[in-house]
């Protein structure tokens, strides 16, 4: 109770804690009034990612951060599903998602086979490949995206997937860096009749690639930029076996030798978003010494 005649303590900041449904323990949000609401939203992200990481160092605290803090200020953060920033040098930081670091609930990537993890990123082989329980159904197929950010010039001389959702070589939603490049909207692929996909040449298969599509587009950017669109919408395929697939074609082993920095799956993105979260990326990417 505050007596007359007294003022009351200025309240400087509320610090709050919670748990999930999955019963994780969120981390303390410490909410400062005269502070803007960047400074809390964008370290309650990191502090949770770097409080999850096997032994984070210095130079990790400050590039998650930057880059939660970088994603937070252009409204992107919260667009993101999974994003999986490969730092920390080891299959267990890698398995990581930067949106959601937790144990339940948190679409962690699992690698199976010898995939090679260093501070470069993560990079597969020949009986390599990952997944995480990220599904088309989870996600809205008119407001869609993912991306990479490849380490390698190198185009892909196989028919091996650099990540996309499907079973099969006939019914998924992928990306092919190859020597005729695409994006694939399952069941409207190269071997199959059906209509339309993205397609684009690449004489450079490195940087960062995001593709996007809802109602009225796909399109394809490099280093955020376009590089190749669509106006024709060609639907949504719902495949039993959808769960993300990435490092191989569709978890068969087929060896891709990429070297990844980056992976992510989030909402739709516009022409601007792509070229502002290009940025951020590229800031993040370049703090760590493995830009392109």
């Given amino acids: 109770m505050v007596q007359l005649g007294t003022v009351p303590p200025i309240v400087t900041e509320i610090e709050a804690e919670t748990t ?4 994780n323990v969120l981390p303390t949000i410490i909410v400062k009034p005269d502070e803007p609401e960047i400074n809390w939203k964008s370290y309650d992200y990191a502090d949770a990612f770097l409080s ?3 032994s984070p160092t210095t130079a990790d605290e400050i590039d998650i951060h930057q880059l939660t803090a970088d ?4 409204g992107a953060l919260s667009k993101f599903i999974w994003l999986a920033p490969y730092i920390g040098g080891n299959a267990a930081d890698h398995s990581l998602n930067l ?3 937790y144990a339940k609930g948190g679409n962690k990537i699992r690698f199976v086979g010898s995939a090679v993890h260093n501070s470069d990123g993560v990079q597969g082989g020949t009986g390599v490949y990952a997944k995480n329980d990220l599904c088309l159904s989870q996600l809205n197929p008119e407001d869609f995206s993912m ?3 490849s380490l390698d010039s190198a185009l892909t001389s196989v028919a091996v997937m650099e990540m996309g ?14 020597n005729n490049s ?3 909207s399952s069941p409207f692929f190269s071997t199959r009749n059906y209509g339309n996909k993205v397609a684009f040449s690449l004489t450079d298969a490195s940087g960062q690639f995001d593709y996007v599509m809802n109602g009225s587009r796909r399109a394809v950017a490099r280093n955020g930029s376009i590089i190749a669109t669509s106006s024709t919408f060609v639907g949504w395929y719902e495949i039993a076996n959808d769960n993300l697939t990435f490092l191989s074609y569709l978890g068969d082993g087929t060896g891709n030798a990429r070297r990844i920095a980056m992976h992510y799956v989030g909402e739709h993105f516009s022409d601007t978003e792509i070229a502002d979260n290009y940025a951020a990326f590229q800031a ?4 760590r010494g493995r830009e392109v």
């Fill in 165 to 178: 959702f499907g079973k099969d070589y006939g019914d998924f939603v992928g990306i092919y860096l190859g």
């Fill in 147 to 149: 991306g990479l950010y």
């Fill in 52 to 54: 999850k990481m096997t």
């Fill in 182 to 184: 695409y994006f694939g």
């Fill in 71 to 74: 994603l937070t200020s252009i």
């Fill in 20 to 23: 999930d449904r999955f019963g």
């Fill in 99 to 101: 949106c959601y670091p």
């Fill in 284 to 287: 993040f990417q370049t703090s």
